[in-house]
């Protein structure tokens, strides 16, 4: 059986090389030793991941001064684990770029003895209780391997420091296959350890994307509400003591302290003016968080200052303001994670803020509109179904709520068309919580009242579909935390003491929510030898509402059963023997399924494949992650085909999400089908290209075939899920700041009942069926330099717009086009634009890169503007399968090109 452990399985990110530089063993730490003691130095490679989310780490996060390593005797029983030495390798400022660094083997590692490592980067910095390798080693040199991976932890070195570059690292030893492994000592005679090290970044890091740089143009972003230590090899406990990190005085001009990141000037048009903060230098130690609220003590943030800019007012250069802003949405609760980059967009400003940086962490009111997104896709929520289709769908079935009276949660409920739900009481003691519908959607819970017992509350709340003959539901176990401290209390999905918990035969992964009722509190799990016979991985700890997560393998026989034990553990380590344990006794019937995909949807499982996120461009905006499981692992493996256009429609990956290919052009005429092969229990991710505006659905299927493997005489068998790929954004005339840009070129086909959906999946594939001859249908005319002004003029009319839109259309000026350039995104290699306008969802419009009178054919689309350029030429934008500028050239204006009209609107 292979054991996950979630907590050290987040490796990445050692940004900077070591070439050879001073070592250091724990009996004379700085020393520079030519040769260690031992007389054996070794060449280590290292390898790193990008952060995990779809941001690059920048040049500052990859530097790496120093490494240390300590070495523990490796042992299948944990408890022998036992510390054996420690080395430090001295990296100089700008050090190399080779792919490896020297490690000096200590002379108490023996030739064939297995030792463990730990690997910490930049230690000195971040040194754990402020103490040198060869004091730290010393004084918890009766700590085991595990204990100390457990415990040890980086620390800022004074109470107004921050994290800023160099980063601390946690490194994981890795053999030539890739897997965490053990390091043999070497012989005399070895050249190669046969190991290399994977680091990580202990740190989270925030960017910052202002899109109303008009309304508040900020000056610098600092963190806090940060916490002063982290662990470095796991992430589920925060660490250390919140620092506010607010300061009495503003900082000077052009002289920001270490941590504070200086905001770039805004960019863009007037109207659309905006401000990125993308390059790091926002970091912070995990931290978790139960419940947030704007002005609360424990949830780390951002601190903004800016320029408020006044509606009507002359431009404000001289008053600045603060404002809070949570890495979290407020009333749930905050999980930062480790090599995580956070993007908090900002949509709108409400008023000036506050007048100094206490009074912006104690605001209580919202004074910004922003989303946090962490770019990664949430799993889809439980499901059940019953066996004429009808289904149920929550978004979360355990929730846990603060301490105080009307701390909610919201649910998203999702059912068959034509049937409907209703929420009802299992139990609810005391009436400790109520819960009021939202809409057709969605509900909410609520607490009734403060919780000042020692002990948590909780509820059960059974949700029904109605209308309907047979029984679909779903239970929620409700929790609402104590107001003490500490709580003494432990929960499985909300239930405590000894309970069965039903297993599908044909397997999948079950998670449990784990409540230990604080944050310095953990729980550890263990398996008896039943249920680990059936199981192909769980996860063995976590912290307070951390997830018991097992994966049940297929069942072939009959009816088995296995439990696992759940204990709660104090801050200290130790068991906490005044609270009882809780038994989970897993019941799996026989399976009727040779393969299995997990989750399974009843029917067509729909994905919407539009994203507005700019990182997609021509690239997956979604993954939706399967897991294989099969009956019979020993005689099958299994093989996955997508019936997508593997191009430019969906492909499979597998175990990872793959964000790295981009679409080609849109090829719904062609069959390129995507095929993987696996064995039982890997995962299996169907990757979505971005759909764009009026999209058609794509219809395909997801084929997984149990194929025996050679030398048996077995049969295949087969299952398949039906998924459509839709587009969440509509075809439309698009509100960019004061202008209104109509959702077609100048000759193309009229608008009708409720306008038309001219450049429906239109296509830069010439052999397109979706194009009709050279994709006229959507290219419009060419027009002269001259002839565009006419054309717009007569546009609305033209177009059939009725009352004040049938008039006032023009041609854009070049620099109106530079604005709507920006803004430009793409989907299978065509350009389109969002609007401002959301009250009815996404809507955009396209741009057909469509050629010219010279070059009909031409994959590029040039749009005339209103600018001259020389007596001869003009102005125009320019766009191509993933870029948009604005160019121009001379002795052009007779040239025919597209037209695209816009119109002024008042904001």
């Excluded at 009021?436 to 609520?446: A, K, L, T, W, Y």
Aim: proline share 6%.
């Amino acid at each position: 059986m292979k054991t996950l452990h979630p907590f050290y399985a987040l490796r990445a990110v050692l940004l900077c090389l070591l070439l050879p530089a001073a070592f250091g063993g724990c009996t004379l730490e700085d020393a520079r030793l030519e040769v260690p003691a031992s007389g054996r130095v070794y060449t280590v490679s290292y390898s790193f991941e990008t952060p995990l989310s779809r941001a690059a780490a920048t040049g500052p996060e990859k530097e790496v001064r120093d490494v240390a390593v300590f070495f523990y005797k490796a042992d299948e029983d944990p408890a022998n684990e036992s510390y054996i030495d420690c080395q430090s390798v001295t990296v100089p400022e700008g050090g190399g770029t080779a792919g490896s660094f020297p490690l000096p083997l200590p002379p108490t590692i023996l030739q064939g003895q297995k030792y463990r490592l730990l690997v910490i980067g930049n230690y000195k910095k971040y040194a754990p209780e402020g103490k040198s390798l060869t004091q730290y080693a010393a004084d918890y040199s009766t700590r085991t391997y595990s204990k100390m991976k457990q415990e040890i932890q980086g620390q800022l070195a004074s109470d107004i420091a921050r994290v800023t570059a160099p980063l601390p690292f946690y490194g994981v030893l890795l053999g030539k296959d890739g897997e965490e492994t053990t390091l043999t000592g070497p012989a005399p005679t070895d050249t190669d350890l046969g190991v290399s090290v994977k680091f990580s970044r202990a740190v989270a890091r925030f960017d910052v994307s202002n899109l109303v740089a008009d309304r508040l143009k900020i000056e610098w972003v600092k963190v806090c509400n940060y916490r002063n230590k982290g662990y470095f090899y796991h992430e589920s406990a925060p660490a250390g003591d919140i620092v506010r990190g607010t300061s009495a005085t503003p900082p000077s001009p052009g002289d920001l302290p270490l941590g504070y990141v200086d905001a770039p000037d805004p960019t863009g048009l007037p109207g659309s003016l905006r401000q990125d903060l993308n390059g790091g230098g926002l970091y912070a130690f995990p931290n978790i968080v139960s419940y947030t609220a704007q002005d609360d003590k424990q949830t780390t943030c951002l601190m903004i200052a800016g320029y408020y800019q006044a509606p009507g007012q002359p431009e404000n250069t001289t008053r600045l303001t603060y404002y809070r802003a949570n890495v979290s949405d407020n009333g749930s609760g905050q999980f930062l994670k480790r090599n995580y980059v956070y993007t908090l967009t900002i949509g709108n400003v409400k008023s000036e803020g506050a007048e100094t940086e206490e009074g912006a962490v104690n605001e209580k009111e919202k004074l910004l509109d922003y989303v946090v997104d962490d770019s990664w896709e949430s799993e889809s929520g439980s499901t059940v179904t019953d066996n004429t289709g009808n289904f149920l769908t929550l978004s979360r079935t355990s929730v846990v709520l603060a301490s105080s009276a009307g701390s909610s949660e919201v649910i998203k409920v999702s059912v068959k068309q034509g049937t409907g739900w209703k929420p009802e009481w299992k139990n609810n003691p005391d009436n400790a919580f109520r819960f009021e519908r939202v809409n057709d959607e969605s509900f909410s819970i609520i607490t009734n009242g403060d919780n000042n017992e020692l002990f948590t509350r909780n509820a059960a709340l059974t949700v029904s579909v109605t209308e309907i003959s047979s029984t679909v539901s779903l239970t929620i176990n409700v929790i609402q935390m104590s107001s003490i401290n500490d709580p003494q209390m432990l929960t499985v999905e909300g239930r405590s003491g000894d309970f069965d918990y039903t297993v599908p035969g044909q397997g999948g992964i079950v998670s449990l929510q784990v409540i230990t009722g604080s944050a310095a509190s953990r729980w550890k799990a263990e398996v008896d030898n039943n249920l680990v016979t059936y199981i192909n991985e769980f996860t063995p700890e976590g912290s307070n509402s951390g997830s018991l997560s097992l994966t049940f393998l297929a069942n072939t026989e009959g009816e088995r059963r296995g439990t696992a034990t759940v204990r709660r553990y104090l801050a200290d380590g130790t068991p906490d023997n005044n609270v009882p344990p809780v038994h989970v006794t897993f019941v799996q019937a026989t399976s009727p399924y040779k393969v299995t995909l997990v989750p399974s949807f009843l029917g067509r499982l729909e994905i919407d494949g539009f994203t507005s996120r700019t990182g997609s461009q021509n690239g997956v905006s979604y993954s939706q992650r399967f897991n294989v499981i099969l009956a019979d692992p020993v005689n099958y493996t299994f093989k996955a085909t997508s019936t997508f256009n593997k191009n430019s429609d969906a492909f499979l990956s597998l175990d990872n999400r793959d964000d790295s290919q981009t679409a080609g052009p849109l090829q719904t005429s062609k069959t390129d089908y995507s095929i993987v092969t696996g064995e039982s229990g890997q995962n299996l991710f169907l990757n979505v290209f971005r759909t764009g505006p009026g999209d058609r659905d794509i219809e395909g299927e997801i084929i997984v075939t149990a194929v025996p493997k050679p030398g048996t005489s077995l049969s295949e068998f087969t299952v398949s899920q039906s998924v459509v790929i839709k587009s969440g954004c509509k075809i439309g005339d698009i509100k960019a700041g004061n202008l209104l840009w109509a959702d077609r070129n100048v000759g193309t086909m009229p608008r009708g009942p409720g306008g038309s959906l001219v450049g429906l999946n239109y296509s830069n594939d010439p052999l397109s069926d979706d194009n009709g001859l050279q994709n006229g249908s959507y290219k419009g005319t060419y027009h002269s330099f001259f002839e565009a002004p006419n054309e717009c003029a007569s546009f609305g009319t033209n177009m059939h717009y009725e009352g004040d839109l049938a008039t006032g259309w023009r041609v854009p000026s070049n620099a109106e086009q530079g604005s709507i350039a920006g803004r430009m995104l793409f989907s299978k290699q065509r350009a389109f634009a969002l609007s401002d306008n959301k009250i009815e969802g996404n809507v955009g419009c396209w741009f057909p890169l469509s050629g010219s009178s010279d070059s009909p054919k031409e994959i590029k689309g040039i749009y005339w503007s209103t600018d001259r350029m020389g007596t001869t030429g003009g102005y125009f934008l320019e766009l191509q399968i993933s870029s948009a500028v604005t160019a121009g050239d001379y002795y052009s204006d007779g040239k025919g090109r597209s037209v695209r009209c816009v119109r002024d609107i008042t904001p």
